[in-house]
């Protein structure tokens, strides 16, 4: 073999390692592509999972809070005021909230609701389950002058209604107190009738909702009537005092 064809051959040689190594090469890219791309798909469908998971925990979270519903007239709805928000069931959920207990207040006020009125719509409002209900009616049949007999009988059928479609639902009563022109007779029936009512169902009660609120004019807006913000947030204390021990 003379030198040039020696030559040729190592040329040849070096060439043919040439391209083994160049296809080692991209064989090696290929796998370290292959890895980063199975990496990357990995750690996106733990992201997803996660996301998943915190959804789903949501939404058990939502789906296991508590309901506590208010049914009552204008106090309750908070008439008046320039939102629903300062309200004493909305001031109540802040409370709630703060203590990162899982309630979910429902507020069933309607301004101008008589008890006829609430007894009309009981069946409407528990089509929903309710854990804690507060009964806050009263008061408007009591400025018409409704028969002692008729509103405590209304309110006897609302609170059966609620032990009949939940016999667990604990009931919250509460009390109004009537001005003195109603005449002494009727203002003393009218207030012993919700102590008789919550004795004989046997839930808890609240004797005056108003209490350290009504006739005090400050807490009042110009009707004389209803309360304002500060009012309201005097209110919740007094109902919260009754609801913090059923929660």
Aim: glycine share 6%; hydrophobic share 40%; net charge negative.
């Amino acid at each position: 073999m003379n030198a040039a064809q020696n030559n040729q051959l190592l040329l040849h040689v070096h060439v043919s390692n040439f391209q083994k190594i160049l296809k080692f090469c991209y064989f090696i890219s290929l796998c370290l592509v292959f890895v980063s791309c199975k990496n990357a798909s990995n750690t996106k469908t733990t992201e997803d999972a996660n996301e998943t998971v915190e959804t789903e925990s949501e939404t058990v979270s939502t789906a296991n809070s508590k309901t506590i519903l208010f049914f009552g007239d204008s106090i309750t709805a908070g008439y008046g005021l320039d939102s629903t928000n300062d309200a004493y069931p909305a001031v109540i959920q802040e409370t709630i909230d703060s203590l990162d207990l899982n309630y979910t207040v429902v507020n069933s006020g309607v301004s101008g609701e008589t008890t006829a009125g609430g007894r009309s719509r009981i069946d409407w409002i528990l089509n929903q389950n309710i854990d804690i209900f507060l009964l806050e009616l009263g008061a408007n049949d009591g400025l018409r002058g409704v028969p002692i007999s008729e509103t405590q009988a209304n309110l006897q059928a609302i609170i059966d209604a609620v032990k009949q479609k939940d016999a667990n639902t604990k009931i919250i009563l509460t009390g109004m107190e009537l001005p003195p022109n109603m005449g002494n007779s009727y203002t003393s029936e009218f207030r012993n009738m919700y102590a008789e009512l919550a004795q004989k169902n046997d839930v808890a009660f609240i004797p005056f909702i108003l209490k350290d609120v009504g006739g005090i004019p400050e807490l009042n807006q110009n009707d004389g009537i209803h309360p304002t913000v500060k009012g309201h947030k005097i209110i919740a204390s007094t109902v919260w005092e009754t609801l913090q021990p059923l929660l």
